[in-house]
């Protein structure tokens, strides 16, 4: 599947994971220089150089800021506040706070083992896992998850991405298993502390 840069930002966020809200500071002028850092990723695959050789940094204040500056028209509706940690060795996390009441009623059978029955409401929900990203190709692979504090089982996550990353051409949404296509020719992510550098 191929992905819009932004587009794959979200969904990351959405499918990643965090181990809570980062202390990092927002700011517009951090939102403004991760979104010309964007438009240089994306120009990517017009670039004259040595496949591997243009490689961006990105740091966590200045995703988070974009988040709250520029991301909002990105961010599917029943998703707020997201934030990313990038904490180092491949893996990230995210949080957001997100409406389980259109999900809970698309899902629940009102079983007594059905976790949908006893979910709803706008809560916290927080991912953590490992960004592999290599040649091109990117996979998430979930490490935990927790709907207010509380862990959850992967399929819930699962269904709660699908259910909010769904579009006109992907009407079942995305499964987060899948591998995707990095998009502007990106080759690799490489995940550090505090930062992520993308390699084009």
Same mark, same amino acid.
């Given at each position: ?7 794959? /930002?979200?969904? /990351? ?24 850092? /964007? ?7 017009? *670039? ?10 990105? #740091? ?25 940690? /990038? ?14 009441? *259109?999900?809970?009623?698309?899902? *629940? ?62 009407? #079942?949404?995305? #499964? ?25």
């Amino acid at each position: 599947m191929q992905v819009t840069l932004p587009h794959a /930002i979200v969904i /990351i966020a959405l499918s990643a994971a965090a181990v809570h809200a980062t202390d990092a500071k927002l700011s517009r002028q951090h939102a403004d220089s991760f979104h010309q850092k /964007i438009l240089v990723i994306a120009d990517g695959r017009g *670039a004259a150089e040595k496949a591997g050789s243009r490689r961006t940094a990105l #740091n966590e204040s200045e995703l988070n800021s974009w988040f709250a500056f520029h991301a909002q028209p990105l961010i599917p509706r029943g998703v707020a506040e997201p934030k990313i940690s /990038i904490i180092g060795q491949g893996k990230v996390g995210a949080e957001a706070i997100v409406d389980l009441d *259109a999900v809970a009623k698309s899902k *629940a059978t009102g079983g007594v083992l059905d976790p949908w029955s006893y979910v709803g409401g706008r809560v916290p929900v927080a991912i953590t896992g490992i960004l592999h990203t290599k040649d091109g190709i990117g996979r998430f692979q979930v490490e935990s998850a927790e709907v207010s504090g509380v862990p959850v089982p992967k399929t819930l996550l699962a269904e709660l991405v699908a259910y909010y990353s769904r579009t006109e051409n992907h009407p #079942n949404g995305i #499964n987060m298993d899948d591998p995707f296509e990095l998009p502007a020719g990106i080759s690799r992510i490489e995940v550090g502390q505090g930062q992520a550098v993308v390699v084009q």
